[in-house]
């Protein structure tokens, strides 16, 4: 039996380093002619802030600003690939190629890379991870070990450098 993939969904928190495993997921989605999703999660607001918040916004404007706020970030998130997959390869069009959605939805990042590896039907999952502090060769990311546990399919982790790679998306 050969492997197939097809799609490949990249998780990414948009730090600075995370250029780094996305050069990974185009890589690997062009040596097997596969798709990309992109998959940017904004966490969930704290439940004390969100009590406060209702005080001073009623629901329906916080609702709609949650997804004005959604829509900025997959804007923003388009326009700083783009600029990456000039600077990589300096054909975007080719870069860009490989990538059939990007989706930022609120949520937590466990949940909510695992759905949409499941809603998108991806092959694989591919996501970077930061080493903390002198726990960095004993643990994973918490989110990046909660994926490897708990996913159905291949997760290909990107360990994240903490020196400038010279490959950053841009700024948050």
């Known amino acids: 039996m050969t492997l197939q993939i097809k799609k490949i969904l990249y998780a990414t928190d948009l730090t600075k380093n995370s250029a780094y495993a ?15 999703t992109i998959l940017h999660v904004i966490e969930p607001i704290p439940p004390m802030a969100k009590h406060y918040m209702k005080i001073y916004v009623d629901e329906a404007k916080w609702e709609e600003k949650i997804k004005y706020e959604q829509d900025l ?16 390869t300096q054909d975007a069009p080719q870069c860009l190629a490989q990538v059939s959605t990007i989706l930022v939805r609120p949520g937590y990042p466990v949940e909510e890379i695992l759905k949409a590896a499941d809603e998108e039907d991806c092959s694989m999952i591919v996501l970077g991870t930061h080493g903390k502090g002198f726990l960095k060769q004993t643990f994973l990311g918490s989110v ?3 994926v490897l546990d708990r996913a159905k399919r ?9 020196e400038r790679t010279g490959l950053t998306i841009g700024e948050i």
């Open 22 to 36: 996305f050069r990974y997921a185009t890589k690997m989605a062009e040596k097997y002619d596969a798709e990309m």
């Open 154 to 162: 291949p997760v290909f982790i990107v360990p994240l450098p903490y």
């Open 73 to 88: 970030a997959s804007e923003r998130i388009k326009k700083r690939l783009q600029e990456f997959c000039r600077q990589e």
């Open 144 to 146: 990046a070990r909660s």
